[in-house]
């Protein structure tokens, strides 16, 4: 007789199923990729030489966004919140004196979150240049639903180009930077986005 294949049956439970950690989706790029590339999840975790399970905190991940912006986004320093319950500074882009006043700073609350990041990218006729043009923020509070916003940082000789992008329930930035004195820091920005805030 001949020989039968035994049938294998797999048997999912719930917690076998799902990560403990979050997975992170990264937007395309808008605007340009002049510069260097960054990554603030990486950083703010010190990859790959993190501590395990060290990461920005997925449920409320931005403590407070500063803005270098003038004609276009110059410079954004990003404080978030880790899971260890510490913070981490990142600053992106041109090296904007902070008596500068082109730099505005956005604070959150501890039950606020940016719920949306939107803003204009792409092709500037002045500079040439495929650039970071214009941000602006939409923050929710979780506790009482209250809805506000911030901006718009940079566009301040009007648009000057570029196509709208938006992107809803930000973890983090990347992107394509020129750090240092450069007037036009930020070529290029990409979000990172957690599937925990879905």
């Known amino acids: 007789m001949g020989e039968t294949e035994d049938e ?3 048997t999912f439970t719930p917690w076998t199923m799902y990560q403990g950690k979050p ?12 510069g260097t590339v960054f990554n603030d999840s990486q950083d703010a975790s010190n990859f790959p030489n993190s501590d395990p399970g060290l990461m ?14 003038g004609w276009c986004v110059d410079a954004i ?17 041109s090296s904007v004196p902070s008596s500068s006043p082109n730099i505005k700073t956005v604070t959150l609350n501890d039950n606020e979150i940016v719920s949306q990041i939107c803003g204009f990218a792409g092709n500037y006729a002045y ?9 602006l923020l939409v923050i929710t509070d979780t506790v009482t639903g ?8 940079g566009g301040g000789n009007g648009i000057g180009g570029g196509t709208f992008f938006s992107v809803s ?6 992107g394509f ?3 240092g004195s450069d007037q036009i820091g930020i070529s290029g920005l990409s979000i990172i986005k957690s599937n925990n805030s879905e």
Do not use: E, W
């Open 8 to 10: 294998t049956h797999l």
């Open 23 to 34: 997975v992170l989706v990264q937007t395309s790029n808008f605007g340009g990729a002049q």
């Open 56 to 69: 920005i905190d997925p449920q409320r991940p931005i403590k407070q966004m500063q803005f270098g912006a």
């Open 77 to 93: 320093t990003t404080t978030y919140r880790m899971s260890d319950g510490t913070t981490k500074v990142i600053q992106r882009g």
């Open 127 to 135: 500079y040439q240049k495929s650039l970071l043009i214009q941000v």
């Open 146 to 153: 209250a809805v506000r916003t911030a901006g718009p940082f």
């Open 169 to 174: 329930n930000p973890l983090c930035l990347a």
């Open 177 to 179: 930077q020129t750090a």
